[in-house]
């Protein structure tokens, strides 16, 4: 059945005698996707990073934001289907592109779960005897909540649901209270209180990256999650086409304001970047900035009661992200992308496969990055997923013409043309700074990942061995080059290895040559290397003389090997480098007083990714020649 006869039903038919929601009570949940709690984790981070230039950066973000909106509003109402932005892209796109931009959205998820786990973490840290915990600890903290809130939406889901609508009050409470009582009684208690922030120098190019950046403020992975929920509710609300929109703009609406205006009251109530609260606060990157700046002026109670709404905030993030990537999880299990597995559901009707296997990923994201690098990733994929979103509206509004839209985004096609432009703009921006960089690096090899799953599981032999092939030969440039480029020098207590200068080389340049065997294969060279012309065919299989066969079939087992060990041996450089017994450092100037944090998370991704995509090739060859043997055997055997 197609898509339209499915939806057309939903649109267009309400059930007699039903009680029907009003703008006022899809205002109230739609505002649980919009207020959440990654501000308490990144506050300090973004307003290090533009000072008084955030101001400009959220409203940048914030626009953008509104025209995300009106392109999802019109989407949601013409395809309301559980998966959000993935079934949107999916209808209009499909295949591979359709698989990415929900495999994109799930990982963002999955990052924006682990994000609000440690913001949970960092906020508890107010009520603990300490000043900050260390990163092992904070993970432990992330790791409890986090599985308190998967076996509690296991077992009552309907309870938490109730349990997520007060805490959305509360904490719409506890901003407001911020921004009434620290802008205007924050002069008369806060020594460091001024308005001198806002004379001091800003530059474009930090506000750009905080505004790609700042995303994550908006919760842009909770508002899918929320607002698929209310579209799917069409025939429960009155004059749904005229109210779901405007729902979804106000909700925005007000959240760009509230974020605005907490960003406005904690600069003021920091007052320069030379006063004592920005050094204790900002410089030294306090675990609860907003906190302890309300604490500037309110003492104790003020930073015990901002800490007790930041947990509450990262905790209706928290139950968001887990239904956002458990929902994406069995929409694509559902139309075939993932295994059928994902649909199996418990007693109170949670998809507990898909949830079990999200909380799993979530926790390893947890335990190995932090929040500066998980934002910039996140933020990079939300960022990708709404230029494949734009495109997907301009493409469906060409390819499913009849289809009904009970809400057109005005001004097309300049709408989603704008939101292209714009979000590629702030992608590049993400390029200025280190974390940004690694950002997008990192999140390109995770939408890499997604393609080598789709070609594993879906796609034909061919393309997953050609993919394998341009792979091996692309990530072998890209270590060469970034290699020399950086000029890394490696260290292990504090004496150079110059054979892993060497070895770096010697293995991509084995990666660029092996493509050679992959395009000319050693059956198809060895004849004519041994002008050999007793080749013949039988059964449409190429048979050589059985010493060429033996020739063949031992030097395509070495090849493998060789692959399959440097694939270990790179996996093993991954760890060494992450665990900080080979250090890594560069003689670039733009990196001599910095540490080699940056460095040691790139090569470890790359060295990883090499690595694995080696050992797959080795193994396949391994494979490829077993069938082949086979093969040979069973056709001579017929024709005897």
Known sequence: MAIDEEIEPSVTLSKKNQKKMGMLGMLKQALGGTIGGPIFAILGIVILKANSGLLISLILSGLLMILFIMIYSELALSLPIAGGGYSFSKEAIGGLSGFLIGWGMWIGNLLFTALSGIGFALSLTVFLPVNSLNSTTVSIIGFAVLLFFFV?????????????????????????????????????LNNDFGFEIFQERMEIGPILSTAAYSFVFFCVYEWNSTFESLTTKFDEIKEPRKTIPRVYLISIIIGIVIYWLVSFVALINLGSTSSNSWNSIILDQSDAPLADIFGLGFGNFGIYFIGLIGMIATTTSINSGFQMSTHLLHSMARD??????????????????????????????TFIADINLISEIGNFIFLLSMVILSISLIILRNTRSNLIRPWKVPLYPFIPIMAIIASLI??????????????????????????IYYLFSIARRTHLLLLLNGSKFGISIILILLWSILSIKVSFNGSDLLFFNISIYLMGCIGIISLLFDLFTIRRILPKLLKDEKTIVIGGITHHSEKEEIIARRLNFVGASILIFIGLVLLVYGILILNDIFILSSHLPSFSNQDSEFLKVLFFIIFITFGIILIINGLIMIFQEIEVRKMVETETNKDR
């Open 426 to 451: 702030l992608i590049f921006s993400m390029f200025s700074t280190d974390i940004g960089f690694l950002g997008v690096i990192v999140g390109i090899i995770l939408i890499l990942m997604g393609i």
């Open 336 to 365: 075939g992308f993932l295994n059928k597995g994902f649909l199996k559901k418990n007693k109170k009707q949670v998809q507990w496969v898909a949830m079990g296997s999200s909380f799993v990923l979530i926790i390893i994201i």
């Open 152 to 188: 509690f939406t296991l077992y009552y889901p309907d309870k938490l649901n109730s349990i997520m609508k007060i805490l959305t009050y509360t904490l719409l409470f506890g901003f407001i209270t911020f921004i009434i009582l620290g802008g205007f009684l924050g002069s008369s």
